[in-house]
């Protein structure tokens, strides 16, 4: 049974900055093959905010590109999203995902860690 721990949201004002973490803990991970940020504001969808392989390559959502960084420690079965020049807009629930492969052979689930609320007002 595999779970996502997320830390780091909080409250910040307009333009500052905020480092969120999510780390996979099981008996044991075979591979973990996607990790990725989504968020949900009030009323609103869930939406992608930032992809990543396990060999490092990423994708952001257009409203965020130039202000967030995913990246991950492989070592660590853990993810990061660095949040830079914050808006209001940015405020909402930010989850992680992660696409882990428990042994070999196996198969590939899906797995969502518990949200953590960024708030970004003055």
């Known amino acids: 049974q595999v779970q996502l721990v997320e830390s780091g949201g909080g409250l910040v004002q307009p333009g500052g900055s905020l480092k969120l973490s999510c780390a996979a803990s099981?008996?044991?991970?075979?591979?973990?093959?996607?990790m990725n940020w989504y968020r949900q504001a009030p009323g609103k969808q869930r939406e992608m905010v930032a992809t990543s392989t396990s060999d490092g390559s990423t994708n952001y959502a257009d409203s965020v590109k130039g202000r967030f960084t995913i990246y991950r420690d492989n070592a660590k079965n853990t993810v990061y999203l660095q949040m830079n020049s914050l808006k209001p807009e940015d405020t909402a629930v930010y989850y992680c995902y992660a696409m882990i492969q428990l042994s070999a052979p196996g198969s590939r689930y899906v797995y969502w860690g518990q949200g953590t609320q960024v708030t970004v007002s003055s």
């Open positions: 099981a008996g044991s991970i075979f591979g973990i093959h996607d």
